[in-house]
């Protein structure tokens, strides 16, 4: 990112001064030169800070990544264990549905083997 300006061999003099190659029109030349320097300096100096700047932000974002897949790997183990609980809450719920489903199935047939009984006699 250096811009040097295009020159012809006419380097424009200072005022009042007539010929480009005077001492006075090759001291401006220098000084103008010697700006152009600090200029470019400064400007590879932002550069090199921008970059820092952009490789610390990356480095800080593979850093959230890892935190992020190790947050997500937790969850998916927790919520693998959590459905496992559940998976066996909810077998453990049918088997005693089923438990007390049979167990009312055999009230009512001895209820109604009582009624038929007491009908009889």
Same mark, same amino acid.
């Given at each position: 990112m250096t811009y040097l300006p295009p020159f012809d061999g006419h380097y424009p003099p200072l005022p009042g001064i007539t010929e480009w190659n005077s001492p006075e029109a090759v001291v401006a030349m220098e000084n103008e030169i010697e700006k152009w320097k600090q200029n470019s300096l400064?400007?590879? +100096?932002? +550069?090199?800070?921008?970059?820092?700047? /952009?490789? +610390? *932000?990356?480095?800080?974002?593979? @850093? /959230? /990544? $890892? $935190?992020?897949?190790?947050?997500?790997?937790?969850? $998916?183990? @927790?919520?693998?264990?959590? +459905?496992?609980?559940?998976?066996?809450? @909810?077998?453990?719920?049918?088997? *005693?549905l089923i438990t007390s489903m049979k167990q009312k199935a055999m009230d009512f047939e001895r209820l109604c083997a009582q009624h038929l009984h007491v009908k009889e006699t």
């Open positions: 400064e400007a590879y +100096q932002t +550069q090199i800070i921008f970059l820092t700047r /952009l490789q +610390q *932000e990356v480095e800080r974002l593979h @850093e /959230l /990544l $890892k $935190k992020q897949e190790g947050i997500i790997h937790s969850l $998916k183990s @927790e919520n693998r264990r959590l +459905q496992s609980r559940l998976n066996n809450v @909810e077998r453990k719920s049918r088997e *005693e």
